[in-house]
């Protein structure tokens, strides 16, 4: 899913500790412990505005680490905290946390939008975020949609709708033509889709 960076790790995604308090050679758990107070335990966030890490690409945590150290991705508090950390310690967080099982957060939902968001992930998202947006390693880099907090999801896309941060090409295409055959509100839809995800058949399988 290297095409469409959607549900991207956005502003509200957070580190709780810089490596200035950390000794030098800190291992990959210690590091990744430091992502705790907001990412939750192995990366298993407990919502809602922070999104779980585990299972997240290495490469993709890497660069989403690197371009908010930079300040070349919008953030709310990463681009400070980023700052702390070595690009060597942002590769070793991003093994650890990739090593770690993913679960879906337990939300609400409404049974008739997810439904109706089933069909458009199907017509409008699958091509790039396949078997619903879930882990899939051989896939390559990807991020995940499935069972990711809505609260999250939705700060993101206000983020690519707003130019607070790049909305790639393809992602807009997708997006207006979603929006013309079923109308604005159709985004809620995926996010319900998205949020039973822990609910629907064959969730657990790989």
């Avoid at 950390?22 to 705790?36: E, N, P, R, V």
């Avoid at 590769?91 to 439904?115: C, G, I, L, S, W």
């Avoid at 069909?119 to 790039?128: P, R």
């Amino acid at each position: 899913m290297r095409k469409i960076k959607l549900a991207l790790m956005g502003g509200t995604l957070a580190l709780s500790a810089s490596t200035g308090a950390i000794a030098d050679g800190a291992s990959a758990k210690m590091l990744a412990d430091t992502c705790a107070g907001c990412h939750g335990t192995n990366g298993l966030s407990a919502g809602p505005a922070s999104p779980s890490i585990a299972a997240m690409d290495p490469v993709v945590f890497v660069d989403t680490m690197l371009a908010f150290q930079s300040g070349d991705m919008y953030s709310t508090i990463m681009g400070r905290i980023a700052k702390g950390y070595t690009e060597e310690e942002f590769e070793k967080m991003a093994e650890y946390f990739h090593q770690q099982e993913y679960k879906p957060a337990t939300q609400q939902y409404d049974q008739a939008m997810v439904d109706k968001g089933a069909k458009l992930h199907d017509e409008y998202c699958e091509k790039c975020h396949v078997e619903g947006g879930k882990p899939v390693p051989e896939e390559g880099d990807y991020y995940i949609l499935a069972g990711q907090w809505t609260p999250y999801l939705i700060n993101s896309m206000s983020d690519f709708q707003n130019d607070r941060r790049e909305l790639p090409k393809k992602m807009r295409k997708k997006l207006d033509a979603m929006f013309e055959a079923e109308g604005e509100d159709s985004i809620n839809a995926l996010y319900a889709f998205y949020a039973a995800y822990a609910d629907l058949p064959d969730a657990d399988e790989d």
